[in-house]
């Protein structure tokens, strides 16, 4: 079965703390996202990757950066973390060329910054 | 870009009835269309898709529909169970050959025992 880890289910944060949410794959799989997920607001794209060192950004990318040095694993950065990014983080993976867009979620990481 | 539009945002029915949710999109090019299941704790699972060339596709007792020419798909649930009690998001991707999906805004399913 693909496996995606989110490294951290919950963290508790300051503000203007820095924060990594590291993410791992094992299925080889050319994409990696960062979603965001809040109440009545669905899933939203912050960045996505379709290989090493590669990014693109999301529908909300302000205040977030990643970083791609491997294949398998994904970090989303938050440089200077504030209230509003209070919220559930979610990992996904998938391949570039499959006959679906299967996207393999991970279980999540909530973030709560005070 | 793409717009997608999920209702309703929730959803009771009492154990055996059916369910459905329904989704819109704007982006005409889009042609393929998820749906995933969020149980409590975890991540979004993939549970039926259907691409832009077909009408309707069945798996056990969920079925997705699509009409193109109104723009909108629906998911239909049978038989419910209380396992069925979860999120469910639909997805679209802004045109074709893109897997930057723009999601719904997710249904609460409760299944009433």
């Given at each position: 079965?693909?496996?995606?880890?989110?490294?951290?289910?919950?963290?508790?944060?300051?503000?203007?703390?820095?924060?990594?949410?590291?993410?791992?794959?094992?299925?080889?799989?050319e994409?990696?996202?960062?979603?965001?997920?809040?109440?009545?607001?669905?899933?939203?794209?912050?960045?996505?990757?379709?290989?090493?060192?590669?990014?693109?950004?999301?529908?909300?990318?302000?205040?977030?950066?990643?970083?791609r040095?491997?294949?398998?694993?994904?970090?989303?950065?938050?440089?200077?973390?504030?209230?509003?990014?209070?919220?559930?983080?979610?990992?996904?993976?998938?391949?570039?060329?499959?006959?679906?867009?299967?996207?393999f979620?991970?279980?999540?990481s909530?973030?709560?910054?005070? | 870009?793409?717009?997608?539009?999920?209702?309703?945002?929730?959803?009771?029915?009492?154990?055996g009835?059916?369910?459905?949710?329904?989704?819109?999109?704007?982006?005409?090019?889009?042609?393929?269309?998820?749906?995933?299941?969020?149980?409590?704790?975890?991540?979004?699972?993939?549970i039926?898709?259907?691409?832009?060339?077909?009408?309707?596709?069945?798996?056990?007792?969920i079925?997705?529909?699509?009409?193109?020419?109104?723009?909108?798909?629906?998911?239909?649930?049978?038989?419910?169970?209380?396992?069925?009690?979860?999120?469910?998001?639909?997805?679209?991707?802004?045109?074709?050959?893109?897997?930057?999906?723009?999601?719904?805004?997710?249904?609460?399913?409760?299944?009433?025992?």
């Open positions: 079965d693909v496996k995606v880890t989110q490294s951290s289910r919950y963290l508790v944060k300051r503000t203007g703390e820095k924060v990594f949410l590291e993410c791992v794959q094992d299925m080889d799989h994409n990696m996202f960062w979603y965001r997920q809040d109440p009545g607001l669905g899933l939203r794209l912050i960045y996505f990757s379709y290989d090493v060192k590669m990014k693109e950004k999301g529908d909300i990318p302000e205040g977030y950066s990643v970083s040095e491997k294949k398998e694993r994904f970090s989303l950065i938050l440089e200077s973390a504030s209230t509003n990014q209070t919220s559930m983080y979610l990992c996904a993976s998938s391949f570039r060329l499959a006959d679906t867009g299967e996207l979620f991970g279980e999540g909530r973030l709560t910054v005070l | 870009g793409e717009n997608v539009e999920q209702h309703p945002s929730t959803l009771s029915v009492q154990e009835d059916s369910a459905v949710i329904k989704c819109t999109y704007s982006d005409s090019a889009s042609n393929y269309f998820p749906w995933y299941k969020q149980e409590l704790g975890k991540g979004p699972q993939l039926i898709d259907i691409r832009s060339n077909v009408g309707e596709k069945k798996d056990q007792r079925a997705v529909t699509l009409n193109k020419t109104a723009k909108h798909f629906s998911l239909h649930i049978t038989e419910t169970q209380p396992e069925d009690s979860a999120v469910y998001f639909c997805a679209a991707p802004p045109g074709s050959g893109t897997y930057k999906y723009i999601f719904g805004t997710g249904t609460r399913l409760k299944v009433l025992a």
